[in-house]
């Protein structure tokens, strides 16, 4: 649980936004929705929502995110498809971050897809 603006950037507070994804209370119900709860999890190291949302034919084992990488801000740059009525979707965003003090960004194009009314990340195009 965390107090204060969610870190996808939306605006709104963590509580209302992001954390009924995490809980498992809600589903994202746009590619978008789905891409920034999974920018929020990354910032608060919500390992296994990750995994969740990864589609499975292209989910890793497991993964090890670094504590030392702290993410900082999303900007999403574009969308295209995604909305409630389509089944695949991309979101083109930055991710800023910092590891061992320096800064830096990952700017990705995501695959989206949804199958029986759940959005997962497929990966980048």
Known sequence: MTAGRCPCGAGEPYEACCAPYHEGLKKPPTAEALMRSRYSAFALGHEDYLLD?????????SLDLDPDQRWTHL?????????????TGTVEFRAHYRWRGERDVLHETSRFTR??????YLGPT
Do not use: I, K
Request: no cysteine; proline share 7%.
């Open 53 to 61: 949302t990864w589609h499975p034919t292209t989910r890793p084992r």
């Open 75 to 87: 900007e999403v740059l574009s969308r295209t498809d995604g909305t409630l009525f389509q089944t």
């Open 115 to 120: 199958d029986n009314g759940t959005w997962s």
